[in-house]
C-alpha cells in the first residue's frame, strides 16, 4: 500500500516561497498520477496541480498558474510543489494524492479529489503578515 507524507509547509509572508514535498513509501511513485490539493479555513478542498506518470502533462488551477510549480524526483520517490509569490490567499492545508489507474490524457482539467486513492496527512501553508 502507498502511503504518502507531506512536509514543508511554514508562516511565510505575501510574496515568499514555500517548497512542498510528499514522499511516497510502498510503491514507485513514477507509476503514479500525482495531486495537490489544499484546503482552506471554512472552504471546500480544491485542486491545486496534478502530473501524469509518463507523458509530462501537467494542469494548474488558474489562480496559481505562473508561481507554483509541480515536480518529480524519481530516485527519492518525492513530489514537489514549489510556491513562488505566495498570496494570503494561498493559506490552506496542502495534500498530495496519487492513483496508478489513471492519466491526465483522460481528462481536460484537474481531477477531482474522488479519483486518487491514495492521500497524505496534510501540511499548513500560512501566507500572512
Known amino acids: 500500500q502507498l502511503q504518502l507524507v507531506e512536509s514543508g509547509g511554514a508562516l511565510v509572508q505575501p510574496g515568499g516561497s514555500l517548497r512542498l514535498s510528499c514522499v511516497a513509501s510502498?510503491?514507485?511513485?513514477?507509476?503514479?498520477?500525482i495531486g495537490w490539493f489544499r484546503q482552506a479555513p471554512g472552504k471546500e478542498r480544491e485542486g491545486v496541480s496534478c502530473?501524469?506518470?509518463?507523458?509530462?502533462?501537467?494542469y494548474y488551477r488558474d489562480s496559481v498558474k505562473g508561481r507554483f510549480t509541480i515536480s518529480r524526483d524519481n530516485a527519492r520517490n518525492t513530489v514537489y510543489l514549489q510556491m513562488n509569490s505566495l498570496k494570503p490567499e494561498d493559506t490552506a492545508v496542502y495534500f498530495c494524492?496519487?492513483?496508478?489507474?489513471?492519466?491526465?490524457?483522460?481528462?481536460?482539467?484537474?481531477?477531482?479529489?474522488?479519483?486518487?486513492?491514495?492521500w497524505g496527512q496534510g501540511t499548513q501553508v500560512t501566507v500572512s503578515s
Open positions: 510502498g510503491g514507485r511513485l513514477e507509476y503514479f498520477a
Open positions: 494524492a496519487a492513483d496508478p489507474h489513471f492519466a491526465l490524457r483522460f481528462y481536460s482539467s484537474l481531477p477531482p479529489g474522488a479519483d486518487y486513492g491514495y
Open positions: 502530473s501524469d506518470t509518463t507523458d509530462g502533462k501537467t
